[in-house]
């Protein structure tokens, strides 16, 4: 069982930064694989980003070069880096934790959730 908590969720105008953070109850160097999730109102749970204990990442095309993932071993926490939000980004973002099944990310433990509103 991994427990997992997000903090960093906010309201920013477009074109500004948040950085999401997640903390783990456990060693993050015996968790495979992370990620991040986001819901938009009246829309289904996608997923955004995810990274392996090696360092690999993959990203949804929408935020490819604008958000980045990032792992801190040592604190246990994974970060969401969010730069040049859209409007469009606005949703509750979900950390996991989680393994690849034939190269496709199957998350197993989530967190609560943290909202994040970009406004014009």
């Known amino acids: 069982q991994v427990q997992l908590v997000e903090s960093g969720g906010g309201l920013v105008q477009a074109g500004g930064s948040l950085r999401l953070a997640c903390r783990a109850s456990?060693?993050?160097?015996?968790?495979?694989?992370m990620g991040w999730y986001r819901q938009a109102p009246g829309k289904q749970r996608e997923l955004v980003t995810f990274i392996s204990n090696t360092g690999t990442t993959r990203y949804v095309d929408s935020v490819n070069g604008r958000f980045t993932i990032s792992r801190d071993n040592a604190n246990n926490t994974l970060y969401l880096q969010m730069d040049n939000l859209k409007p469009e980004d606005t949703a509750v973002y979900f950390c996991?934790?989680?393994?690849?099944?034939?190269?496709?990310?199957?998350?197993?433990?989530w967190g609560q959730g943290t909202q994040v509103t970009v406004s014009l």
């Open positions: 996991n934790s989680g393994t690849l099944d034939r190269g496709e990310y199957q998350p197993k433990f």
């Open positions: 456990i060693m993050l160097d015996r968790i495979y694989i």
